[in-house]
């Protein structure tokens, strides 16, 4: 395994990285771009395919609609101007995966353009600009390895051919790493909002290509960049970055000069290797596609396609810390998927007090689930058991401790709150003599603390609480208790 690099603060006092990143992203139709084949994953190889979507003579393309509008859609949502009329262009290049020879792409006139995203920075937030975005089809998958005669052959699977992506370019504005692994993760985040895409990048329907160059601090023009692919996580993305731009400062340091070329992110030893340079690169000859009209997405297909604009990410967040006087922490975890943030709202809605909801997802929800390697939808706690649980504990009924140990069986027997709450329904002491009798048994064991509370600092309350909840195994009525340890120790 590799260990990230961690950029040194003498490097990055003489040079500044660039980095601009090209994100493939495939729409979750439920057809391929041009035929009526499924666009789906994990098929049995070479089933979903017809005469177009394997470039027989003949076959003609025909534009799916539903595409359009999910291309266009997340035009929209990354604050790109969307192109009245876009062309559809032959980008030209063999691979085996690829059987019409050329993939049908967008050149000079593409859907989105003029896009930017803002993104937060340890100096406050930063707007990332989006040159363009535009609509291709992806192709097929040759598979090297998995079966007994991997050595000597490749195996082709054209499944993939045909399913609609956009690509998402962004200018040369991020600087950092960092900054390039919170660029990728709003966008995910917004395009999952759109649910244009899963995003899913082990299946890969996001990509990622890294462009990354150096300059010496306060030179205006760009230093010579190489393209890192093949990178699969926005962690190794991060890493690759770090490697790279380590690798490219001490070509510079060394007297050197940066050759363009494509690279590759290796994994297992943590960096790039080489896999062509840009003398070879190709001439992709592209011209307009001759079997595709140009698209045409007119002013009232446009305001159609804009009302299923969703809340977006940032918005949602600001009006979720006004409506329910919770922290940016807790909207930052609350709305990481739309799924979740829109139960987290149903819950506040239905409970007294937004906030402790909060809490109870951030302090006992999640760290069960993390623990469980479980996603929110698999949560054996729904959220209005999630509300349950925040108005016993707004009323005092259910002290921390009980609290957990509720939370412990919910998730021990896969049962939602309330289940588990009417069954173990924990006996709670609300008799107050009851509890003044601990109380006074606990003050007369600790005269020390008492001398102190006693002395001005009123803090060491928190000690008698502690204490008498011991005692009473928890049972204690959280709410009584604190009222009246006060009121023993004033007394
Ligand atoms: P190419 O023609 O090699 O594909 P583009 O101009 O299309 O290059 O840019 C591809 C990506 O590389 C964009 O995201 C862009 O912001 C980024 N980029 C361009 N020049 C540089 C550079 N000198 N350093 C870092 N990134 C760059
Ligand atoms: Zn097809
Ligand atoms: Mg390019």
């Given amino acids: 395994m590799s ?14 990285p660039v980095i601009g990143l090209e994100v493939h992203v495939q729409l979750l139709t439920e057809t391929k771009a ?57 980008k030209n290049y063999f691979y085996p995966d690829s059987p019409k020879g050329y993939q049908i792409s967008q050149f000079d006139k593409p859907l989105g353009e003029h896009g930017w995203i803002d993104v937060p920075t340890p100096n406050g937030i930063k707007r990332i600009g989006i040159t363009r975005l535009h609509m291709e089809e992806d192709a097929g998958k040759s598979i090297h390895d998995g079966f007994a005669d991997s050595a000597t052959r490749t195996y082709v699977d054209l ?55 150096v300059r010496p601090r306060g030179q205006e023009k760009f230093g010579t960049k190489a393209e890192v692919k093949n990178v699969n996580s926005f962690r190794f993305i991060r890493s690759a970055l770090e490697y ?9 340091e060394g007297g050197g000069r940066v050759i363009q070329e494509t690279r590759l ?67 930052a975890t609350l709305t990481a998927t739309r799924a979740f943030a829109d139960q987290f709202e149903e819950a506040a809605k239905a409970a007294k007090s937004p906030k402790r909801v909060a809490n109870l997802v951030q302090g006992e929800l999640t760290s069960r689930l993390k623990l469980k390697g479980l996603e929110l939808e698999q949560s054996p706690i729904t959220m209005k058991g999630i509300a349950l649980a925040a108005d016993l504990a707004e009323e005092g009924k259910l002290s921390s401790k009980q609290m957990k140990q509720l939370f412990d069986i919910a998730f ?75 009121r023993k120790l004033e007394g």
């Fill in 244 to 252: 790279e731009i380590e690798r490219q400062v001490e070509i510079l």
């Fill in 412 to 486: 021990e027997n896969g049962e939602d709150f309330a289940v588990v709450y009417e069954r173990e329904k924990p006996q709670q002491i609300s008799d107050s003599s009851a509890i003044e009798k601990m109380i006074d048994e606990v003050i007369a064991a600790n005269p020390k603390q008492v001398e102190q509370y006693r002395g001005g600092k009123k803090t060491v309350s928190a000690f008698f609480v502690g204490q008498v909840m011991k005692l009473s195994k928890g049972q204690a009525n959280p709410a009584l208790l604190n009222e009246l340890v006060i």
């Fill in 159 to 213: 499944n993939r051919c045909g399913t609609p992506l956009v690509e998402i370019v962004s200018e040369p504005d991020i600087r950092t790493p960092d900054e390039a692994y919170e660029y990728l993760t709003r966008l995910k985040e917004i395009l999952l909002y759109t649910a244009v895409s899963d995003c899913n990048m082990e299946e890969g329907s996001l990509r990622c290509d890294a462009n990354v160059s």
């Fill in 34 to 90: 041009f035929c009526g084949c499924a666009n789906r994953f994990g098929s049995a190889p070479n089933t979903n395919v017809c005469p177009t979507c394997l470039g027989l003579p003949g076959a003609l393309p025909v534009l799916n609609r539903r595409a359009v509008e999910f291309a266009t859609l997340a035009s929209m949502a990354i604050n790109c101007q969307v192109r009245e009329t876009s062309i559809f262009a032959r």
């Fill in 265 to 331: 992110w290796n994994a297992n030893e943590g960096r790039t290797y080489s896999m062509r340079s840009k003398e070879q690169a190709h001439d992709y000859r592209y011209f307009p596609e001759p079997d595709l009209p140009p698209l045409i997405v007119s002013d009232a297909w446009k305001a159609e396609i804009a009302r299923h604009m969703p809340e977006l990410p940032e918005a949602r967040r600001a009006r979720m810390v006004a409506e329910y006087e919770i922290t940016e922490q807790d909207a």
């Fill in 3 to 16: 260990t990230a690099i961690s950029l040194s603060p003498e490097i990055l006092a003489k040079y500044e």
